[in-house]
C-alpha cells in the first residue's frame, strides 16, 4: 500500500467516524448480519499484483459508518477495504465483494439501519478444511457467534466463495457437491438456524482442470432449501487468471445484492409478516 493511499485511508475512516455520537448510534442500532466465508476471492485480491495491493476503492467500496465489521479482536469497527485485514494467515489482500454488497444492500432496501459483516474467509482452503470440527469452521462459527452476541442483530445470510483449490484433484471435484451440502446442513444445526440463507458463488475460474465439476456441484446445491446461487463466470480476472478484479467484485457484490433482495421480497409476500431467515 502506498504511502499516499495510506494517508488517503487514514482521512477517510477520520471522516467516516469523526463523530462519536453517530457512530456509538451504529453500534445500538437494529441490524442486518452477513456472513463473509470460503477462499481468496470473498477474502478479495481485487487490484492486487505481484504481492501488493493497487490501493484503489472505488466508490461503492467506500466506508460508511452504518457499515460495520468484526475485526480479528471480535470487536465491531467502521468496515473499509481490505475487508479481511487480519483474517486467517497474514496475506495480501485486496478488495472482495464484502463491503460493495453492504452499500448495495443499504441502498436497495435493508431491512435496518446498519449492516454487519462477519470475514471469515481464508485463502487457498479446499471445501474439506471447512468441514465439521475444522479450526476454519470452528472458528466460523465462534465468530458468527459473537456477533449475534455483541449488540444483537438477525443473521441474516452466509455469502460464500469457494472451491478453486477443489479444482485440482478430480477425488476433490467429483465430492464437492456432497461436501458443500453437508457444511450448510451442519453450520445450520450449530448455529440454531435450520432456514438461513444461504448464498453461494458458482466458480469463474480455478487452479486446476477441473472447474466445470465443481460448477455442476455448486448449481446443483441450490435446490436445497434457502440455497440461491450467484454465477462468477465470465466476471474479468487479474493476470494471474484466478482471481476477480477489483471491478470484478463489485459486479458481483451487486449480484449477491440481487439475490439477497429477491429472497427478502419473496419471502415478505409470501408470510406478509417482517423478513426473517431463522
Known sequence: ???????????????????????????????????LAGQSNMAGRGGVRHGKWDGNVPPECRPNPSILRLNPQLQWEVAHEPLHTGIGPPKTQGVGPGLAFANEVRSKGSMSVVVRLVPCAVG??????????????????????????????RLRAILWYQGESDTVRYEDAKVYKDNMEKLIIDLRSDLGLPTLLFIQVALGSGEGKFIETVRRGQLGICRLP?????????????????????????????????????????????????????
Open 1 to 35: 500500500m502506498s504511502i499516499s493511499w495510506s494517508i488517503r485511508l487514514i482521512f477517510t475512516l477520520f471522516m467516516v467516524s469523526y463523530s462519536y455520537p453517530e457512530w456509538g448510534r451504529a453500534l445500538e442500532a437494529p441490524s442486518d448480519i452477513f456472513i
Open 226 to 278: 434457502n440455497v440461491k446461487c450467484v454465477d462468477a463466470k465470465g466476471l474479468r480476472l487479474e493476470p494471474d487468471k484466478l482471481h476477480l478484479t477489483t471491478i470484478a467484485q463489485v459486479h458481483l457484490a451487486h449480484k449477491l445484492a440481487a439475490v439477497f433482495l429477491a429472497a427478502h421480497q419473496s419471502c415478505t409476500m409470501k408470510t406478509h409478516t417482517p423478513f426473517d431467515l431463522y
Open 124 to 153: 487457498g482452503s479446499k471445501i474439506s478444511a471447512w468441514a465439521r470440527g475444522t479450526p476454519l469452521y470452528n472458528e466460523l462459527v465462534r465468530r458468527t457467534n459473537a456477533s449475534l452476541s455483541q449488540g444483537g442483530g
